[in-house]
């Protein structure tokens, strides 16, 4: 193990031993989200951000001109990595569930990403409530550049089904409010307040299966 990590700090090095610039801003970043999900944004100095990443402030100013920039660049780095892509665009199943018309399938396939990647970056979950606590513009560009658009996929496949004769007449958006607060507000138990899972204690497959259900009983016609 200690080889490998050995062998992989290398490679993210030039000749002369310093971290290649993308390495050094990639590990910023992950520092900054460390700080920021602990203290918010408004909370946390460049000093710190550059004292914990082990670089100097001249440093973190080379990659990020201010502060804020941090916190938009967190966004676009994990916009282009898979933490952010919509469970349509790389679930196999749930696109064949759609195509089908497979009402439970769809909705326990999204449940289940969602749970799953809630549950695994607890850091960046964190960072996104302490910018919606303080009002900064990273919750208002998350919101409209994702959470609208899972309101949006969502919203239309309801709509469409309405219009099959399946599901009850309403305004869509209000079933995927209930639907996503139901595994948010099981996420943040998991994460933040039932840790121990003392209240409720199952696995990510039963919750999604289960909230699925819920929803469809509740909107059926």
Known sequence: ?????????????????????DERREQILHTAIDLFSKKGFSGTTTKEI???????????????????????????DKARHDGMKFPWEE?????????????????????????????????????????ALEEHELAERFFSEFVARIYGFIGGYIDERQRDGVFREMDPRIAVRAFLGMLIHHSLNVILWDKKRSLLN?????????????LLRGIRA
């Open 1 to 21: 193990m200690v080889g490998k990590k050995l062998i992989s700090d290398i490679l993210k090095c030039d000749p002369t031993g310093r971290m290649k610039a």
């Open 50 to 76: 550059a004292r914990a990443a082990g670089v100097s402030e001249a440093i973190i100013f080379r990659h990020f001109s201010k502060k804020s920039d941090i916190y938009h660049a967190i966004l676009d």
């Open 91 to 131: 679930d196999a199943e749930l696109l064949d569930a759609i195509h089908r018309k497979d009402d439970k399938k769809v909705f326990y396939r999204l449940a289940i990403n969602a749970l799953n990647k809630q549950q695994s970056d607890v850091g960046f979950l964190r960072l996104l409530m302490y910018s």
């Open 202 to 214: 199952i696995t990510n497959e039963e919750a999604a299966e289960n909230f699925a259900g819920i």
